[in-house]
């Protein structure tokens, strides 16, 4: 009853700050919540250590494939409607699955192709390229997965003191975050064009020529303009209750309280 109070309040103080946020569904994972994410053809896909679920968010068509020589699974990367990259960190391998989460070749080892402690991945709009940032070498790379070589490096890229924290593409441009909360910005050669500061923020998103980010206080989404000639920054979304991470994707929004997961459509 507790749980269900908290995600009757989440909706209910939500409907008041975005107007028009409806819930859809809340999603109960059947283990451990290792990643997930929101693909662009309004599927969930929830990874629970080497298991992956796909669901269908507004039909009931669903997926479910366990990847056993993955491990477990610790981030997933849609790059299009049929092709989407899963991660395992510990592994140090891809596999490259389709709409249906069935493995299309080997699994691609990262040490063959010689990064040293690959921490982080991330999908880009072109599907042959991915970022790849290795921890070791402190490097940010744009990987062409077809002629298996780098296109452009970035040596160095954390400072002292400072660590990578996440990444993600979005309109041509990829965003670094760091542990400090600061975010640089680089375009397609991994030119610097521009950074941001994001108070002690640890998860961040993109909705509307916007950054949603996730600071210290995880019961609130702060918007940011990523252009300096934006309009004014939208309003701070409160919510009731603490959040695990989120999700923006088109007009919807999930967030996550442990293993349950809610999905809510946003209508301006």
Request: glycine share 4%; with cysteine; charged share 15%.
């Amino acid at each position: 009853m507790k749980i269900l109070f908290n995600l009757l309040g989440i909706f209910a103080h939500f409907a008041i700050t975005a107007q028009q946020l409806t819930l859809i569904e809340n999603y109960q994972a059947p283990g451990n919540v290792q990643a997930w994410t929101i693909d662009g053809q309004q599927n969930l896909l929830v990874a629970t250590e080497n298991t992956m679920f796909k669901k269908s968010i507004f039909t009931e068509r669903k997926f479910t494939q366990t990847f056993k020589g993955l491990g477990s699974i610790q981030s997933i990367q849609p790059v299009n409607a049929m092709k989407i990259l899963l991660f395992s960190e510990v592994q140090q391998s891809i596999s490259v699955v389709d709409n249906t989460l069935s493995q299309q070749g080997d699994l691609i080892d990262l040490n063959e192709l010689e990064f040293s402690n690959v921490h982080a991945i991330c999908s880009s709009n072109r599907p042959n390229l991915i970022w790849i940032f290795d921890q070791f070498r402190s490097s940010l790379q744009l990987f062409d997965f077809n002629q298996m070589k780098a296109v452009q490096i970035i040596q160095n890229v954390e400072k002292k003191g400072i660590s990578f924290i996440s990444m993600k593409e979005y309109q041509d441009h990829l965003y670094v975050l760091f542990s400090d909360g600061s975010m640089n910005r680089y375009d397609f050669l991994l030119n610097y064009t521009g950074s941001y500061q994001l108070d002690k923020c640890h998860q961040f998103d993109f909705w509307k020529d916007q950054l949603i980010w996730l600071g210290e206080n995880t019961s609130v989404l702060h918007f940011t303009p990523i252009h300096e000639r934006s309009s004014e920054r939208s309003a701070d979304w409160q919510l009731e209750s603490p959040m695990s991470s989120f999700h923006l994707q088109g007009e919807i929004l999930g967030i996550q309280n442990g293993t349950t997961i809610s999905l809510f459509s946003i209508k301006y």
